[in-house]
């Protein structure tokens, strides 16, 4: 038996799955760590509990199916992006918490550089907004907040990196300091253009290039690691939503994936050509292969699934996510309630991070059935804002079908209203673990274990399309409440 095992390390969660060589499933474990919330609109993780979560999820997965070192051709690593760690050289600890790509900290740093005219040079370069999403901002805090460390970074005691990166130190037994183009392009640091680190912007936020991490392909060889009972390279890096689009195969231009995670992000592959958004969507690098990247435009929504988890951990009107949409069927349709869910701020196309949440159109009959309807439809409104704005930049002419991934793709009835609200197929693959499948792939097809990308291509397979049922009057009537809500909001 030969096996391939992808660790996707989440937002909320910790997962190893082995694949076989066939690339299917043959074992998941799991495991939630804590989030931290140290002040209002701040989102923190230990380094030390995901890397216990890693190994944990790692070890668990090989005993239970009996996989032994020799038998797993390499490992594919995927991660949550632009999630921030600054740790020692030496013994390998961060000197703070990681900052969290959803914690909005440096939303005045941002602010700062965009009065200063800034924002304009670090787009052409990056592809990327000044916001406090990105890692760059997170990496300044760090090192203008933690005593000393400053200091130590200039005298190259302290290494930067994303999750990805910090993971690979750890595997390596810091023998590996490295990071993938995907990863890369997430930080706010890097020349998506140029494919290295920029230089001038490192100035411009103060961050030596000393502590950056060497930037490989895709498909890499990103050292090896003894922790599992024998040497197993690392074959395989990839940011979760890039990793994403590699599992929907899509390699061509045109094509475009949408996941419902904890937020929700869609890329449209773009090709070789970077294309500049004219609607403040970012342009990224979708994977890079053998040193050719290819690039893509993408829309971040920062609450989707996390809204779900809203209505189960505050509200307590759902007791597990699968009811969510059990629930909304029962909705009155004559009620039309709209939920902006910014609890974090706005992300694409509106880019508020100071903008908060708020519910219109409540009655007094309005109950937890209209509030999951409202919740579940305003993941379908804000994906549609994401597809006007990329049709926009891409060509509106353009026939996208659009493939799904994530928890929340699960769920039919979510699906369907995505498909009514869009007015156009959505279509749900039989292999929904993609972003975990797209680690793997890159570590399997560099280990010459799986095929290469017209051979993997061949292999997606579709579980489900949703086409539109609602008329068009209606869907247009509900967008045009959403987008009065979300003006509303953004003015409050």
């Excluded at 999750?163 to 930080?187: K, M, P, Q």
């Excluded at 869910?341 to 196309?349: D, H, K, R, S, V």
């Excluded at 928890?407 to 959505?426: E, H, K, N, R, T």
Aim: charged residues 20%.
């Amino acid at each position: 038996m030969t096996f391939i095992l992808a660790i996707d390390q989440g937002t909320t969660s910790s997962r190893a799955i082995l694949f076989d060589a066939q690339m299917q499933r043959v074992g998941t474990a799991q495991q939630e760590f804590t989030q931290y919330f140290p002040q209002e609109g701040w989102v923190e993780h230990d380094p030390e509990e995901i890397w216990d979560s890693v190994l944990n999820v790692c070890r668990q997965v090989i005993n239970e199916v009996g996989a032994s070192p020799d038998q797993i051709a390499g490992i594919g690593i995927t991660n949550q992006r632009e999630t921030t760690v600054v740790w020692d050289k030496t013994t390998g600890k961060a000197i703070h918490n990681a900052i969290v790509w959803q914690d909005r900290r440096t939303a005045e740093i941002c602010q700062r550089f965009r009065d200063a005219g800034c924002e304009d040079d670090v787009t052409a370069q990056t592809g990327l907004l000044l916001d406090p999403y990105f890692s760059g901002t997170k990496v300044k805090w760090i090192l203008d907040t933690v005593p000393g460390a400053r200091d130590r970074a200039e005298a190259g005691e302290l290494l930067f990196g994303t999750i990805d990166s910090f993971l690979i130190w750890r595997l390596t037994e810091g023998r590996v300091h490295a990071t993938d183009a995907t990863n890369a392009a997430r930080t706010l640091l890097f020349d998506i253009h140029r494919g290295n680190w920029s230089a001038e912007i490192c100035d411009l936020l103060d961050v030596p290039l000393s502590m950056l991490p060497e930037v490989r392909d895709c498909a890499a060889d990103f050292g090896q690691t003894g922790l599992f009972g024998g040497m197993i390279p690392i074959l395989g890096v990839a940011g979760d939503q890039q990793a994403a689009t590699i599992g929907q195969a899509c390699f061509q231009p045109g094509m475009m994936k949408s996941t419902y995670g904890t937020g929700c992000f869609a890329l449209l592959n773009t090709g070789t050509q970077p294309v500049e958004s004219k609607n403040r969507l970012l342009t990224t690098i979708a994977y890079q292969l053998d040193g050719q990247r290819t690039y893509a435009l993408e829309g971040s929504i920062f609450i989707a699934g996390a809204a779900v988890q809203w209505l189960r951990d505050a509200l307590k009107i759902i007791d597990s996510a699968p009811q969510s949409g059990e629930l909304a069927a029962q909705a009155d349709p004559n009620q039309h309630v709209v939920l902006v869910p910014a609890f974090t701020g706005l992300g694409a196309p509106y880019w508020k991070p100071d903008c908060r949440g708020a519910m219109f159109g409540l009655t007094r009959n309005s109950g937890r059935a209209e509030i999951a309807r409202a919740t579940l439809e305003s993941i379908a409104f804000q994906t549609r804002d994401l597809w006007h704005a990329m049709q926009g930049d891409w060509g509106a002419d353009a026939d996208v079908i659009l493939r799904v991934d994530g928890g929340m793709s699960a769920s039919d009835w979510a699906m369907q209203g995505l498909s009514d609200i869009l007015g156009a197929p959505v279509d749900r693959p039989v292999m929904q673990e993609t972003t975990a499948l797209g680690a793997a792939w890159l570590a399997g097809m560099k280990a010459g274990v799986y095929p290469d990308q017209a051979g993997f291509a061949d292999t997606w397979a579709l579980d489900q399309r949703f086409e539109p049922i609602l008329p068009e009057a209606d869907r247009e009537a509900a967008y045009e409440r959403w987008k009065r809500a979300v003006q509303a909001t953004m003015a409050f």
